[in-house]
T-cell receptor, first 117, second 116 residues
């Protein structure tokens, strides 16, 4: 187990609704990344948060947004849900130092399975 | 553009045999690679990583080989066990705007099945 936790484990929403997914990072980690994994595919990078700010983003529309809190936990919000948003949403935590080379290791949580009907 | 892909989508091996999972990448500037194992219903589990200044790294029963000349990465699992059955992903670290942090680019994965 990595120590990264996510909630809820499963969620069913209707097209057009909004959803919030939550992640608690591993102890000692200050950076959180979110990934979307469609069935049978590899995870796709959504965005990354460091020091409560988004510092990198993949090819996802603005209706995907996030937050990071002072305790380094994070939320992923998706507005106006579409059927194609059905996927496993993964959170990964890592450590980023302020002044030296960083660790690239990312440790994943178990994911939230989102189904949009 | 950058791409991390896998040569074989499925691999079936006999218990006790060695497994080799291959991966190709296209970004010659990539300096860090990771192998993850993902079991059904779970998140990816870190197995082993390697930086571009190395060509081989060994862990417990696993070895990662990096050939920068042909941009090829492989994961070798010794004495494969039924518990090794999973989907294996290689991932490449892509830096943000030349900075020191980045995101992972994953391939589609190889499903490893171990026959008892």
């Amino acid at each position: 187990e990595t120590g990264v936790t996510q909630s809820p484990t499963h969620l069913i929403k209707t097209r057009g609704q909004q959803v919030t997914l939550r992640c608690s990072s591993q102890s000692g980690h200050n950076t959180v990344s979110w990934y979307q994994q469609a069935l049978g595919q590899g995870p796709q990078f959504i965005f990354q948060y460091y020091r409560e700010e988004e510092n990198g983003r993949g090819n996802f529309p603005p209706r995907f947004s996030g937050l990071q809190f002072p305790n380094y936990s994070s939320e992923l919000n998706v507005n106006a849900l579409e059927l194609d948003d059905s996927a496993l949403y993964l959170c990964a935590s890592s450590w980023r130092a302020l002044s030296r080379h960083n660790s690239y290791e990312q440790y994943f949580g178990p994911g939230t399975r989102l189904t949009v009907t | 553009g950058e791409n991390v892909g896998l040569h074989l989508p499925t691999l079936s091996v006999q218990e006790g045999d060695n497994s080799i999972i291959n991966c190709a990448y296209s970004n010659s500037a990539s300096d860090y690679f990771i192998w993850y194992k993902q079991e059904s219903g779970k998140g990816p589990q870190f197995i082993i990583d390697i930086r571009s200044n190395m060509d081989k790294r060994q862990g417990q029963r696993v070895t990662v080989l990096l050939n920068k000349t042909v941009k090829h990465l492989s994961l070798q699992i010794a004495a494969t066990q039924p518990g090794d059955s999973a989907v294996y992903f290689c991932a490449e670290n892509k830096l943000f705007n030349g900075g020191s942090q980045g995101n992972l680019i994953f391939g589609k994965g190889t499903k490893l099945s171990v026959k008892p």
